[in-house]
């Protein structure tokens, strides 16, 4: 069983920094259990979207178009966690940002089994 746990939302205000941090526990990176980890997010009234994922065997990143230069997502090994880095942030960055594991190095959302509880993250103008 995989335990995935985000933290560090807030509100912050347009062009400020904010680092997210995804807690993982359970089997979730194990040699025989590898899973890929990626960030989604979901503003009112929208669906969750894609925006950053990481290739848990070759620590490859990708990200959505709407983020790329602007937020990081990176791992630390030693205390299986995983953050997402967001600068210069946007009023439209506004929304519940969730971290997901899947076994495919993917953004298609359909395709990560485990899922946290979501943070908030609320940027304003």
């Known amino acids: 069983q995989v335990q995935l746990v985000e933290s560090g939302g807030g509100l912050v205000q347009a062009g400020d920094s904010l680092r997210l941090s995804c807690a993982t526990s359970?089997?979730?990176?194990?040699?025989?259990?590898?899973?890929?980890v990626g960030w989604f997010r979901q503003a009112p009234g929208k669906a969750r979207e894609f925006v950053a994922g990481?290739?848990?065997?070759?620590?490859?990143?990708y990200y959505a178009g709407s983020v790329k230069g602007r937020f990081a997502i990176s791992r630390d090994n030693a205390n299986d966690m995983v953050y997402l880095q967001m600068n210069g942030l946007k009023p439209e960055d506004t929304a519940v940002y969730y971290c997901a594991a899947s076994r495919t190095r993917t953004s298609d959302l359909r395709q990560y089994k485990y899922w946290g509880q979501g943070t908030q993250v609320t940027v304003s103008s």
């Open positions: 990481l290739g848990w065997i070759t620590s490859s990143t």
């Open positions: 359970g089997r979730t990176f194990s040699i025989n259990n590898i899973y890929n």
